[in-house]
């Protein structure tokens, strides 16, 4: 079992950046697929960014080029580095894990994740 526990959210003006992070529990840190998602009132919950165990990152097109994903083994965290913010990436960001390898069209769906954080407010201003 894996706990998670995102920080890093908050209100910034259009254009600016965040870093969110997200601290995790339990020592088979690095076995784990990790993954950002988020929510904006009255819409499902979307992908943003994946990054697998061996190191490799995948993006929804929506933030190709101003978020990076990242994760520190060594700390058991991850972290989403967001530039250039827009109003549209207001959300609550949510971090999520999973242990199980699937195939890579499947890492962007939230069932595919069994491990979840409460999740991060968001909130860029135009």
């Known amino acids: 079992q894996v706990q998670l526990v995102e920080s890093g959210g908050g209100l910034v003006q259009a254009g600016g950046s965040l870093r969110l992070s997200c601290a995790a529990s339990?020592?088979?840190?690095?076995?784990?697929?990790m993954g950002w998602f988020r929510q904006a009132p009255g819409k499902e919950r979307e992908f943003v960014a994946g990054i697998i165990s061996g190191g490799s990152t995948y993006y929804a097109d929506s933030v190709k080029g101003r978020f990076t994903i990242s994760r520190d083994n060594a700390k058991n965290t991850m972290y989403l580095q967001m530039n250039s913010l827009k109003p549209e990436d207001t959300a609550v960001y949510y971090c999520?894990?999973?242990?199980?390898?699937?195939?890579?069209?499947?890492?962007?769906?939230?069932?595919?994740?069994?491990?979840w954080g409460p999740g991060t407010q968001v909130t860029v201003s135009s």
């Open positions: 999520a894990a999973d242990q199980a390898s699937i195939p890579g069209a499947e890492l962007g769906s939230p069932s595919r994740y069994n491990h």
């Open positions: 339990g020592r088979t840190f690095s076995s784990y697929r």
